[in-house]
Nanobody, 124 residues
Framework: QVQLVESGGGLVQAGGSLRLSCTAS????????MGWFRQAPGKEREFVAA????????FYSDSVKGRFTISRDNAKNTVYLLMNSLKPEDTAVYYC?????????????????WGQGTQVTVSS
């Protein structure tokens, strides 16, 4: 069983920054992909970014590329999402997720493990 716990959400003004953390426990993750998704009210859950535990390859949606950075600390089993230049349209609940392989990282249904989510609100 895998447990994911997110933290770091909050309220920030447009142009500001936040860093989200996702700490994983329960098993080893060397072959896993870790993703961040977000869901705004009335919208579908959408891919934000992903990283491979092994090798550290990263992937970003076009809407956050150049503003957000995903990283990992293997020793702490923690994945981070540094969000810079935040916009009101980034407002959403952000979820951390894990999947057992490194293929097709952008589809939420392919992730087997999810955190509880953390709210990010960007005011204009």
């Amino acid at each position: 069983q895998v447990q994911l716990v997110e933290s770091g959400g909050g309220l920030v003004q447009a142009g500001g920054s936040l860093r989200l953390s996702c700490t994983a426990s329960g098993r080893t993750f060397s072959s896993y992909a870790m993703g961040w998704f977000r869901q705004a009210p009335g919208k579908e859950r959408e891919f934000v970014a992903a990283i491979m535990w092994s090798g550290g390859s990263t992937f970003y949606s076009d809407s956050v590329k150049g503003r957000f950075t995903i990283s990992r600390d293997n020793a702490k089993n923690t994945v981070y999402l540094l969000m810079n230049s935040l916009k009101p349209e980034d407002t959403a609940v952000y979820y951390c997720a894990a999947k057992r392989d490194a293929t097709v990282v952008v589809i939420p249904a392919l992730y087997g493990y999810w955190g509880q989510g953390t709210q990010v609100t960007v005011s204009s």
